[in-house]
C-alpha cells in the first residue's frame, strides 16, 4: 500500500518555501507553498517554515570503541609524548573494563541519529589483537539500525598491519564478512614499510571490489609523501572517488606552493580528505582545497573514547567547528562549511539518492533557522529527525 505525507512549509536552503510530498520513503514532489490549491487525503505535517536540510553525513566514527553511554573514563596521558602504540595499549585495557560493545554502539548510533546524522562510515578496529570480534558486534548492531540509518564499515587495522602478524588475512576475511571498504593507519610510521602496507590495501580493494579510507595523521613530508603515493595508486588503478585519506594532518603543515600541487593531485586522482577539526593540531585547509576541486568530509571521529574525551555526534556543531577553525565568517563559507557535513559528505561516501529532491530519500532535518549560514552559527538543539519521511528523533532524542 502507498504511503503518503506532505509536509507544508519547508524552507530550503536557497530560501523558498515549499511543500514536500514523500511518498514511500522517498520526495515524490517538491512545490511551492504558495501555489497549494486544494486539501488532499493525505497526512499532513506543517514544518511551519523551518529550515529543512538533508540529513547529516557522519563521514568518520568508532562505533566499537566509545564509552558513550558506559562510565566516565579519565583519560590517560602517555608517557613521553605522543604514541600511537601505547594508546592502542590504553584503549585495550579500558575496553577490558568496559560495558559490552554492543549497548556502548547503540548509545552512540542513537547520539548520532538524535542529531540528524542519517549516514554513518565507521571504521572498526580488525587486527591481530582483536581478530573479528569488534566486527561480529558491530555488523549485528548495523543490522539492529538498518531502518533508522545506512552504516559504511570500514575494516580498520588499528595495530598495523605489517606489524600485527595475521592481519591481512583478517581484513581479508573482514570484506568476505561485509565491511564496504578496507582501511589503513600510518603506512610509515606505524609499519615503516609504505609500499607493503598499501600492496595489501589496495591488493585488498582490488581484489575485493571496495573503497578505500586511511588514517594517515604522519606530518609533513613524511605525510605528504604518504598523500602522493595513495593519489598515485588510486589513480594507475582507475579508483577516482571510491578513495579518501581521513585526518591528512600533513596538508595542513606544508608550505603553500606543496599544498596547492597536493591539492591539484588529490583533485584529478579522485581522493577525498576527513578532517574533523581537531583541536590543538594542524588540519587539511578546507577552503582551499575545496576550491582545488577535492571533496573534503568530516565526521566526529572519536567519541569518549581512549583517545580523547570529546565529540557530541553532532554533525552540525561539527560544521560550526570547521568553520570556526578556518576562520569562516562570509556566508557563502559559512555554507561551505555546511557542504562539508552534508553533500560533499554524501559524494565522498558515495550515497545515492541524497539531498533534497525529488527522487531521493526523505531522510531530512527541519529545524528552527533562517537559513544554512545561521544553523551553522546557532548550532541549534530543537530538530526534528525525518527517516524516509517518518519522524525519528525529536530535540535529540530518539522517538520511542
Ligand atoms: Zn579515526
Redo the contacts with the bound molecule.
Keep these: 500500500m502507498t504511503e503518503q505525507t506532505i509536509f507544508l512549509n519547508a524552507k530550503l536552503a536557497d530560501g523558498a518555501l515549499v511543500d514536500l510530498i514523500v511518498t514511500d520513503g522517498r520526495f515524490s514532489a517538491i512545490t511551492p507553498a504558495a501555489e497549494r490549491t486544494q486539501a488532499t487525503a493525505a497526512a499532513t505535517i506543517d514544518l511551519g517554515g523551518q529550515l529543512v536540510v538533508p540529513g547529516f553525513v557522519e563521514g568518520?566514527?568508532?562505533l566499537d570503541t566509545s564509552f558513550y553511554g558506559d562510565a566516565w573514563r579519565p583519560h590517560i596521558p602517555c608517557t613521553d609524548g605522543f604514541d600511537v602504540r601505547e594508546r592502542v595499549a590504553f584503549q585495550a585495557q579500558n575496553l577490558a573494563a568496559a560495558a559490552p560493545m554492543a549497548e556502548r554502539a547503540k548509545s552512540q548510533l542513537e547520539l548520532c541519529i538524535g542529531n540528524g546524522s542519517l549516514a554513518m562510515r565507521s571504521?572498526v578496529m580488525v587486527d591481530g589483537s582483536v581478530g573479528l570480534k569488534h566486527l561480529e558486534t558491530i555488523l549485528a548492531v548495523r543490522s539492529a539500525y538498518h531502518d533508522l540509518i545506512d552504516i559504511q564499515l570500514v575494516a580498520?587495522p588499528q595495530s598495523g598491519i605489517l606489524s600485527s602478524p595475521g592481519t591481512p588475512e583478517l581484513l581479508d576475511e573482514a570484506l568476505r564478512l561485509g565491511c564496504d571498504l578496507i582501511g589503513g593507519l600510518d603506512p610509515a610510521s606505524f609499519d615503516r614499510d609504505v609500499s607493503g602496507h598499501l600492496d595489501v590495501v589496495f591488493g585488498l580493494a582490488q581484489k575485493h571490489g571496495v573503497g578505500v579510507d586511511i588514517?594517515l595523521h604522519d606530518g609533513g613530508s613524511l605525510g605528504l609523501f604518504q598523500i602522493e603515493e595513495i593519489a598515485h595508486r588510486t589513480k594507475a588503478l582507475g579508483m577516482a572517488g571510491h578513495v579518501a585519506v581521513?585526518?591528512a594532518y600533513a596538508l595542513g603543515d606544508i608550505p603553500a606552493d606543496a599544498l596547492n600541487k597536493a591539492g591539484a593531485m588529490l583533485a584529478t586522482s579522485g581522493v577525498s580528505i576527513m578532517t574533523n577539526a581537531p583541536g590543538n593540531h594542524a588540519f587539511p585547509p578546507v577552503a582551499a582545497l575545496r576550491q582545488a576541486g577535492v571533496t573534503v568530509f568530516s565526521?566526529s571521529?572519536?567519541i569518549r573514547d581512549s583517545w580523547w574525551p570529546y565529540g557530541d555526534g553532532d554533525m552540525l556543531s561539527r560544521a560550526n567547528l570547521i568553520g570556526y577553525r578556518s576562520g569562516f565568517y562570509e556566508d557563502r563559507e559559512l555554507a561551505a562549511a555546511f557542504d562539508v557535513v552534508t553533500y560533499a559528505g554524501a559524494k565522498a561516501l558515495r550515497l545515492e539518492g541524497y539531498g533534497i529532491a525529488v527522487g531521493a530519500a526523505a531522510d531530512f532535518v527541519a529545524m528552527p533557522a533562517e537559513h544554512v549560514p545561521e544553523a551553522v552559527v546557532a548550532v541549534p538543539g530543537a530538530r526534528t529527525v525525518y527517516r524516509r519521511g517518518r519522524a525519528v528523533a525529536k530535540d535529540g532524542k530518539m522517538a520511542r
Design positions: 568518520h566514527i568508532h571504521h580498520f588514517h581521513s585526518h565526521g571521529d572519536n
